[in-house]
Structure formats: C-alpha cells, structure tokens
C-alpha cells in the first residue's frame, strides 16, 4: 500500500464507521482486481451514503505527513468521501497507462477519461482534487486545463487552489489563464501552490493589462495580484506600482512595496525608498507575502 493510501485510510478511520470502513475495503479490492465497469462507478457514486460528508478531522502532524508524502499536497478541507472517492481512484488498475487514462475496455475497466465524463460535481471535485495523486499524473494535463476552464467555482477550486498539480505538470499558457482566472473570480492566490516559483513575464503582463482594465472601470484589483509581478517589473509596470503606493489603501501600497522590492530595477528601488516605513516593515520581515494570507 502506497504512503497515500495509507494516510487516507488512517484518516478515514477516525471519522467513519467500521460498517463504511469495510464496505470501502471491499470495494477497493474488487476494483483492484479488475471488477466490472459498473463496480467502479456504483461504488463511486455511493460513498457518500456509506460513508458521509463530513470533513475529515486531520491535526497538524497529519497536514505535514500529506506534505512529506507530495509536496504541495494540502487535504485541510477534504470530506470524508472525497477521501474515499479518491481511494476508489487509487485502486485502479494502470501498468497500461494510455488504457488508464482513455483507451475503453468495454466492461473490463473504467477509464478515468469515463469517469470525469459522467461525474457529478461532488464527483468532480474529488478528482480534481487527486490528480497529484494519481498514476502517470503527466497524462492528465488536458484534464487539469478543462477544470480551469469549469464555470463551477467548486470545480476551479479544487485544481487551482491547494493543488499542486498545476505548478508541477502544466504549461505557461495553461497556468497563466489559471491565475488570472483566479484574480478574475476573486480566489485568494495565496492558496496556489508554486504561484512564487512559476511566476513569469507573460503573467506579469496579463495581470498588469487586467489591472489597467479594472482601474478604467473605477474599480480596485485584489492586492495579492502584484505577487508575481514585482520579479519582472518594467518601466511601465513601476509606473504602476507608483501609482498604486499614492492612491491605493494600506494593503495595496503594501502590496505594490512588496513588488517594488522584488524587483531587480533600481528605480523600483528608488521608488520604495520614498516610503521608508514600508521598506523598513519588509527588511526587518514584519511584512511579507504571507501578510495577505488569512486563512494560513
């Protein structure tokens, strides 16, 4: 058994019954053993009803063993039967990779291609939610970028935020659209794993655009949308984090002083340096990105 099943399982235990325990049990080693197409997917649909909806109950100690076991990895808000819907995911058979994911075995075993196809959106928000953990995670790229395309929130969610399978497998063009889908939505971006480390040009330039768009509109832009600006701040896009240091509120000057220090530019630097106060709050480290997460 795999570390995250096992986890899984260990969580699970402490929340459900022995009855549901057995029951999911059985399940897995049915599937596990090339149970017909119609086990999977009336088991799948019937966890919640053998083992509820509520949240799993995971301590600190846990959150660090999901973290050990893939990086990024952050089940904080999982439920009790997206735990067991993704055990259920777990248990299928994949040393055929392509069959795993696409190629149909009539009766013999469900592709994952079936089942994001007929899943419900409580379904889809446990798969999503997987991906990090399943087999041959490189082939679900497509599936990762249909979910950032999803007009259910819920579904956007759980593959753009606490997820780290984004970070990890898709391409700029993919994770671009996400984050700014994410500001456009009003997610908080702080809980996008790697959002530090995947920053890039392109994305710079697209949240700029969106910002120029929203002021015209007489509207305010979240302060988190200059985390992974500052990095590669031109000329132009000083001349908005000037802009937003003279107009902007307490957390969006911060922000804009948190870009300006970021960037290599020495007129950002000269910039920064006209708000002393700002730039000493970041030297000594009292004000950081991690400021404007809340609910860390």
């Not at 990779?97 to 994001?116: C, I, Q």
């Not at 599936?143 to 395309?149: F, L, N, S």
């Not at 804009?256 to 000493?280: G, I, M, T, W």
Request: proline letters at 5%.
């Amino acid at each position: 058994m795999s570390t995250v099943n096992k986890l899984l399982h260990q969580w699970l235990l402490q929340s459900v019954s022995q009855t549901g325990i057995a029951w999911l049990e059985q399940k897995q080693v049915q599937i596990a053993s090339g149970a017909a197409e119609r086990v999977f997917f009336t088991a799948f649909s019937a966890v919640p009803r053998y083992l509820g909806k509520q949240n799993l109950q995971l301590t600190s100690q846990d959150l660090e063993a999901a973290e050990e076991a893939i990086p990024g990895w952050n089940p904080g808000n999982w439920s009790v039967d997206q735990a067991g819907r993704t055990l259920l995911l777990l248990a299928l058979p994949y040393d055929d990779a392509e069959g795993y994911v696409r190629v149909s075995f009539g009766e013999a075993v469900p592709t994952l291609d079936k089942v994001f196809s007929s899943a419900d959106m409580g379904e889809l928000v446990a798969l999503y939610q997987s991906l990090p953990l399943l087999p041959h995670p490189e082939l679900h790229r497509h599936r990762a970028a249909e979910g950032i395309r999803s007009n259910m929130s819920n579904v956007f969610q759980a593959i753009a935020l606490r997820n780290p399978y984004p970070a990890n497998y898709l391409d700029n063009a993919a994770w671009n659209q996400m984050v700014l889908k994410a500001v456009f939505v009003g997610s908080p971006l702080h809980l996008i794993w790697g959002l530090d480390r995947r920053a890039n040009p392109e994305l710079a330039k697209m949240l700029t655009d969106y910002a120029h768009e929203r002021w015209a509109a007489k509207r305010s832009v979240t302060p988190e949308l200059w985390r992974p600006v500052g990095k590669f701040a031109d000329s132009a896009i000083i001349a908005d984090l000037e802009k937003v240091l003279i107009n902007g509120d307490i957390a969006e000057q911060q922000a804009a002083a948190l870009a300006c220090a970021e960037s290599a530019l020495p007129e950002a630097q000269v910039l920064l340096s006209h708000y002393p106060d700002l730039q000493s709050s970041i030297e000594q480290g009292n004000l950081t990105w991690n400021s404007f997460s809340s609910d860390r």
